[in-house]
């Protein structure tokens, strides 16, 4: 008798909430972030916010680009625990339809990101504003509120993005090896050498939302988009050699 979807659901919630190594990197989504927004805010928020040219929406999601790199590692630690010591094969057995299993490991993933992600974009924002003085920004502000919901998007889309990209080469190691040295580094040292181009980016793109005015020809949930898009194709390449390869 096949096992129920919620059922399944259940299986994957427990098993990846029960491993240190994947809840921890959940949680440092929240941490870092909060870490760097206090870091920041307290030392040169006042300062930077005084400049003529300021982005305030920027500077407040600012730690997100240090979030991120907690999200990638928990879309990738995730999904890799499955390929070590066998754990694919007694997934298996209990859920021989590679498909749902999928599903469900990648929904869960991507819930759990969601909701940190929400939770951690509103809170350093918040927190972020108390460091600033007479140059503090409200939710009413124009590009806040859409930055805020966009923000925690954002995280889970680079978390299934990471984990569609383990589920491809069954190895968290190589995909932490190639997607943060990517954001970290080789993004910016593209976007240098590619104009235009840069903005279609998976990081670069879905990053537009946290601008008030977003630079180049694309709007922030356009670039919200493209992001969707190359976490499409990683789930999707993650989902056919799930079916595909052998456990």
């Known amino acids: 008798m096949a096992m129920p979807i919620t059922a399944v659901l259940r299986s994957e919630w427990v098993k990846i909430t029960s491993l240190r190594s994947v809840t921890g990197t959940l949680t440092a989504i929240f941490a870092v972030s909060l870490g760097v927004t206090v870091l920041t805010s307290s030392t040169v928020g ?37 390929f070590l010591n066998g754990a694919l094969r007694i997934s298996l057995a209990a859920v021989p339809r590679r498909g749902l299993l999928y599903a469900a490991k990648i929904s869960v993933i991507g819930g759990l990101a969601l909701v940190v992600g929400l939770v951690t974009s509103f809170v350093i924002f918040v927190i972020g504003q108390m460091f600033t003085g007479e140059y503090a920004i409200g939710l009413r502000e124009p ?35 190639v997607l943060i040295p990517f954001v970290l580094i080789a993004s910016f040292v593209m976007g240098d050498a590619l104009g235009a181009v840069a903005q279609y980016l998976p990081d670069r793109a ?17 670039g919200l988009a493209i992001t969707a898009g190359w976490t499409t194709l990683a789930l999707v390449l993650g989902w056919w050699t799930m079916r595909n390869r052998d456990a």
């Not at 923000?151 to 978390?159: D, F, K, R, S, T």
């Open 46 to 82: 006042q300062a930077e916010a005084a400049q003529t040219h300021a982005d305030p929406v920027f500077s407040a999601f600012y730690a997100l680009n240090f979030g991120q790199i907690a999200a990638i590692s928990f879309g990738a630690t995730a999904v890799s625990s499955e």
């Open 143 to 177: 590009g806040v509120a859409r930055a805020a919901f966009g923000g925690g998007v954002y995280l889970a889309l680079m978390a299934l993005l990471a984990a569609g990209l383990t589920a491809t080469l069954r190895s968290a190691v190589a995909v932490l090896s």
């Open 206 to 222: 879905g990053q537009l939302l946290l601008h008030q005015d977003p630079p180049g020809n694309l709007g922030p949930w356009e």
